[in-house]
């Protein structure tokens, strides 16, 4: 258990509304990031992490901000919801400590844009 | 680009069977390689790690190998169990920690009792 949380794990919200996700992990870990799985894609990348206040952009950015104002927590926003955001989105961490580069996954939120 | 390929997308198997599940990618000059298990509706669980300097890594049932110079790495799965269905997924890292890992589109495995 590499102490990850995900919140909200289930949301349905309009097109053109704020959303905000949250990631959770309570063991200091340097490293995090944002993906979505989505059917025929796989995962891919939105955002990632290297520390408070650092972070960079993934393969499927647009449309999304992020921020880590704390080790603990990493903020997915979505500005203005659309119906192509629709999608299970995880978060994860590396633990450099245990495995150098081992990714470690949350179970998801589930975000539907109507 | 590196770009990762799992082949087959779907795998049915009856129960006790080896198995062996795939995974090619285009760059040689990978960091790590990492198998996931995925069951539905839910997250991922790490399964195993190869770093690049390793050529294999073993957990249980599960042995996984890496072949830098033909961009290959196989998943095998002995004596398989009903408990293995699931979707295994492969995915590498191209640099040393701040780059994230590049998935493939993964192996959905049945295993029938």
């Known amino acids: 258990d590499a102490g990850i949380t995900q919140s909200p794990r289930h949301k349905v919200t309009e097109t053109g509304t704020p959303v905000t996700l949250r990631c959770h992990q309570t063991?200091?870990?340097?490293?995090m990031y944002w993906y979505r799985q989505d059917p025929g894609h796989g995962l891919r990348l939105i955002h990632y992490?290297?520390?408070?206040?650092?972070?960079d952009k993934g393969e499927v950015s647009d449309g999304y901000s992020v921020s880590r104002s704390k080790t603990e927590d990493f903020l997915l926003t979505l500005e203005s919801a659309t119906s192509s955001q629709t999608s299970v989105y995880f978060c994860?961490?590396?633990?450099?400590?245990?495995?150098?580069?081992?990714?470690?996954f949350g179970e998801g939120s589930r975000l539907t844009v109507l | 680009k590196q770009e990762v390929t799992q082949i087959p997308a779907a795998l049915s198997v009856p129960e006790g069977e080896n198995l062996v599940l795939n995974c090619s990618f285009t760059?040689?000059?990978?960091?790590?390689l990492q198998w996931f298990r995925q069951d539905p509706g839910k997250g991922l669980t790490s399964l195993l790690l190869?770093?690049?300097?390793?050529r294999e890594q073993t957990s249980g049932r599960l042995n996984a190998s890496l072949d830098k110079s033909s961009g290959r790495s196989t998943l095998y799965i002995a004596a398989s169990q009903p408990g293995d269905s699931a979707t295994y997924l492969c995915?590498?890292?191209?640099?040393?920690?701040?780059?994230?890992?590049?998935f493939g589109k993964g192996t959905t495995l049945s295993v029938s009792s």
């Open positions: 994860a961490i590396s633990d450099q400590r245990r495995s150098p580069g081992e990714l470690f």
């Open positions: 063991e200091n870990h340097r490293y």
């Open positions: 992490s290297y520390g408070v206040k650092d972070t």
């Open positions: 760059d040689s000059a990978i960091y790590n």
């Open positions: 190869i770093q690049s300097s390793q």
């Open positions: 995915a590498l890292r191209s640099n040393q920690a701040g780059t994230a890992l590049i």
